[in-house]
């Protein structure tokens, strides 16, 4: 069995891929290295951000690693808030409410946007290989569900219902993550001999 480590805290990114790999692959998280501590995320790409967390713990651990880094992409305001998804503002409430308002008076045909997921695969001597994944959709006007996270509220998809009124299953199968990790399921069997 080979070990992999997955430069995440987040619990439910970990089971979700664990569960795509299946067990053939022993997947670590950061919890179990502590001593990593945060890695800054100063790259102004989604790609720069994935390479600079996988690289950072394949140096430190000598393990393979994989890293992630996603945001929603809104055109009418160029992109943003993109790889600042996080830090757009202090909670996601604030974070909906601010997006809504810059969004104010711009047409549905005008509110296209995407979530978008870079992930890195990093092996101990520092080759990487990357795949991304997205999901088309739409800003609505007002936050609809309460599944999810994050922008899910307010993100529609071409049939209408936003990514928070989605079952978890049912957003891991079209979402920009879902989409990311399987394509990354062969890359990591390749490699790691699964
Ligand atoms: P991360 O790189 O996966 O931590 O995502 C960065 C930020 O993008 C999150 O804090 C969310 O604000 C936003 N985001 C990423 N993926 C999603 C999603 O699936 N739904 C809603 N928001 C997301």
């Not at 809104?74 to 996601?92: C, H, I, K, Q």
């Not at 870079?118 to 800003?139: D, K, N, Q, Y």
């Not at 309460?146 to 993100?155: E, K, L, M, S, T």
Request: some cysteine.
């Amino acid at each position: 069995m080979k070990d992999l480590v997955f430069a995440t805290s987040n619990k439910g990114k970990l089971v979700e891929l664990q569960g795509l790999v299946g067990e053939g692959v022993k997947i670590a998280s950061l919890a179990d290295y502590p001593q990593l501590g945060e890695i800054p995320e100063t790259a102004d790409t989604f790609e720069g951000n994935s390479e600079l967390k996988a690289r950072a713990v394949a140096m430190a651990t000598g393990r393979w690693a994989l890293a992630d880094d996603s945001g929603l992409v809104v055109d009418a305001l160029s992109g943003r808030p993109g790889v600042y998804s996080a830090r757009y503002a202090p909670t996601d409430a604030e974070r909906i409410a601010k997006l809504l308002a810059e969004l104010g008076g711009v047409d549905d045909v005008k509110r296209t946007a995407r979530f978008v997921c870079s992930l890195c695969l990093c092996s101990p001597t520092g080759e990487v290989v990357f795949t991304r994944g997205t999901c088309e959709g739409r800003i609505g006007h007002a936050p609809r569900g309460a599944h999810g996270f994050g922008y899910d509220p307010i993100f529609e998809l071409p049939d209408g219902h936003t990514l928070a009124e989605l079952t978890h299953d049912q957003k891991s199968g079209l979402s920009h993550r879902g989409h990311a990790f399987r394509l990354m399921v062969p890359e990591l069997k390749a490699r790691l001999g699964a």
